[in-house]
């Protein structure tokens, strides 16, 4: 990581402004909003979801600073945020996913973190304002944690890759409110730098998608078995050093291609998925200009199709580190126009949406993008 001298540190929000119905191609407009923290070192990853029942979205943050945290949204339009702190911890933290872990109707936050290695959970007890307990998953450092029911039981399970890790995990929930994780080796796959589960054979079974700078870009095919085996399916050979993916689709054929963006070669791209069993895989070139460290599918003009947001950490075709969206053309198979909504020094990798701000009358279910970053010092 660059060394960097911080004045402020922020998150923000990006709100869509106007009638997007009326909206031209590539010409909705941002208002971004700061977000002020007590931090020092900025985030690493962002999760927006509503955190304490109210009916509003807030954000979960963490990063280079010794703590998890949530802002809570206050409600208003465009809203105010409190930070609060979900935990302080020792590590890392470099990865976070919210998601109602142990069934008892309060969203919790699994957190990977590395330098020490960690996987952590952290239960919400339900009260306004929340707060949280720490339980321990397991010791293996976690660039990436995701949590999905891996093995079809109805119990949410955890999924974890790390860059020196000696593989890719799924740690499988006995269920209830008080579960416990069984860690199991789903194989071994070092230098893992993203991981996600989604049915991407239409089999009705989660399979798995790694990134990766050893492997580069792996989709791990699960049998639908109790305890799940996992056979690798050839997706790419030619994206380098994958940071991100995701899976949406793009096409609209009804299947789901993954999505990629890797540092080394620059390179934005997705594998159009044929939909056959066992899948294969054309692969899309979407750019070449910048090294992208988050994406995430998001229909931001509100047309029906699946566009993208990006994170870019290093100069990308704009001149600068920027925040992007990618319009699809609703054509199959598409194609990508590039839209800068913010560009800037020290952003960093982390991008994910939500409708956050539809109670102003506008842009009802319209997603509003994310972005963790920091001001630099003058």
């Excluded at 973190?113 to 339980?135: A, I, K, M």
């Excluded at 890790?165 to 230098?191: D, I, K, L, N």
């Excluded at 056979?231 to 999505?259: E, K, M, P, W, Y």
Aim: net charge negative.
């Amino acid at each position: 990581m660059r060394g960097f001298a911080v004045a402020t540190v922020v998150l923000a929000v990006f709100v869509p402004e106007g009638n997007i119905q009326n909206a031209y191609a590539g010409e909705v407009p941002f208002v971004e909003h700061a977000i002020p923290s007590s931090g020092a070192g900025g985030f690493r990853s962002i999760f927006p979801a509503d955190m304490d029942g109210d009916g509003d979205i807030d954000i979960v943050a963490a990063g280079f600073d010794p703590s998890v945290s949530w802002f809570e949204n206050d409600g208003s339009s465009p809203p105010n945020f409190n930070e609060r702190s979900i935990a302080t911890v020792s590590a890392l933290a470099w990865s976070l996913f919210v998601v109602d872990l142990n069934e008892d109707g309060y969203l919790d936050v699994v957190a990977g973190f590395r330098n020490p290695g960690l996987v952590v959970w952290y239960e919400s007890d339900g009260g306004s304002p929340p707060t949280f307990q720490s339980h321990s998953v397991s010791m293996n450092e976690a660039f990436s944690v995701f949590a999905i029911d891996v093995n079809g039981d109805d119990a949410i399970d955890i999924l974890s890759s790390g860059q020196n890790s000696p593989g890719t995990f799924w740690y499988q929930s006995s269920g209830g409110v008080a579960p416990t994780f069984q860690e199991r080796v789903m194989f071994e796959f070092s230098e893992g730098r993203s991981v996600i589960g989604v049915d991407v054979d239409s089999d009705e079974d989660v399979d798995v998608i790694v990134g990766g700078s050893s492997v580069l870009l792996a989709l791990y095919e699960n049998d639908g078995s109790a305890i799940p085996m996992f056979s690798q399916v050839s997706v790419s050979n030619t994206v380098i050093f994958v940071d991100t993916v995701s899976a949406a689709d793009l096409d609209g054929d009804g299947d789901q291609d993954i999505i990629s963006g890797a540092q080394l070669g620059n390179t934005l791209a997705w594998q159009d998925n044929d939909g056959q069993f066992p899948s294969t895989f054309t692969e899309r070139v979407i750019s070449t200009s910048g090294a992208i460290s988050a994406v995430f599918p998001a229909d931001v003009d509100n047309d029906g199709d699946t566009d993208l947001l990006t994170a870019c950490e290093s100069i990308c075709a704009d001149g600068a580190e920027s925040f992007s969206w990618y319009e699809n053309d609703g054509l199959n198979p598409p194609a990508f126009a590039q839209r800068v909504v913010a560009s800037g020094s020290f952003l960093r990798g982390c991008v994910r949406s939500r409708d956050i701000a539809d109670k102003d009358g506008n842009w009802q279910g319209v997603p509003d993008p994310w972005r963790g970053m920091l001001i630099p010092a003058t």
